[in-house]
């Protein structure tokens, strides 16, 4: 049975620090691609960023650019998220997904969307809230 457990999230001010993680059991990383999502109240769910199998190159939304860092380590099964300078629109549930879909498919942005896209991803976590405080 493939589970993917977010944590890390919680409250924190504007201009803070959050690190989430993912850990990721029943399914082995090496080989897919894996992303964060997030979801606000009442909008679609949105790519954050993704990290690549194949060579470890990363994508982002413009809009966390410079401030999020995404990166993994295959040896745990674990994908992170470091969020620095959050602001009150990072306010959201935040999910890592994955799957065979992204089997050696790059993580790429166009337009400002990440690449898989989101009907790409099998295996999704149940979330951990992140909310910014202004």
């Known amino acids: 049975q493939v589970q993917l457990v977010e944590s890390g999230g919680g409250l924190v001010q504007a201009g803070g620090s959050l690190r989430l993680s993912c850990v990721v059991s029943g399914f082995t990383l090496n080989y897919y691609t894996i992303a964060w999502f997030r979801q606000a109240p009442g909008k679609e769910r949105e790519g954050v960023s993704c990290?690549?199998?194949?060579?470890?190159?990363?994508s982002y939304k413009e809009s966390v650019k410079g401030r999020f860092t995404i990166s993994r380590d295959n040896s745990k099964n674990t994908v992170y998220l470091q969020m620095n300078s959050l602001k009150p629109e990072d306010t959201a549930v935040y999910y890592c997904?994955?799957?065979?879909?992204?089997?050696?498919?790059?993580?790429?942005?166009?337009?400002?969307?990440?690449?898989?896209?989101?009907?790409?991803?099998?295996?999704w976590g149940q979330g951990t809230q992140v909310t910014v405080s202004s």
């Open positions: 997904a994955t799957g065979p879909g992204t089997f050696l498919n790059p993580c790429t942005a166009i337009a400002g969307t990440i690449y898989p896209a989101r009907k790409e991803y099998d295996y």
């Open positions: 990290i690549s199998a194949s060579d470890g190159s990363t």
